[in-house]
């Protein structure tokens, strides 16, 4: 059993930068592929960005094409998301997922949510 815990969500104006991280305990990281997912408020949930199981692929929504990069470090269990020209539209609940599959895309090829970070950006 994964457990996930998301990091470094806030208040900011648009056009600022941030950067959350998403902790693995309980399994090696190198045996998910990863995906952060958002939900805005009155929204159903989104893909924002997924990264294969050993980093080599990558696949993002289409917001955020540009502005959001995904990354994975195995050796500490971690992943980010590093966004940056943040809009007021990317205001939602962020959340960090692992998924069975090398590449999954789709949040019922999840296994594993964390419990999400707030991120606010005002205009």
């Known amino acids: 059993q994964v457990q996930l815990v998301e990091s470094g969500g806030g208040t900011v104006q648009a056009g600022a930068a941030l950067r959350l991280s998403c902790a693995a305990s309980?399994?090696?990281?190198?045996?998910?592929?990863m995906g952060w997912f958002r939900q805005a408020p009155g929204k159903e949930p989104e893909i924002v960005a997924a990264?294969?199981?050993?980093?080599?692929?990558?696949h993002y929504g289409d917001t955020e094409k540009g502005r959001f990069t995904i990354s994975r470090n195995n050796a500490e269990n971690t992943v980010a998301l590093q966004m940056r020209n943040l809009e007021p539209e990317d205001t939602a609940v962020y959340y960090c997922a692992a998924s069975g599959k090398v590449l999954a895309l789709t949040r019922r090829e999840y296994d594993f949510w964390g419990q999400g970070t707030q991120v606010t950006v005002s205009s």
């Open positions: 309980g399994g090696a990281l190198s045996n998910y592929g």
């Open positions: 990264i294969s199981a050993l980093g080599g692929s990558t």
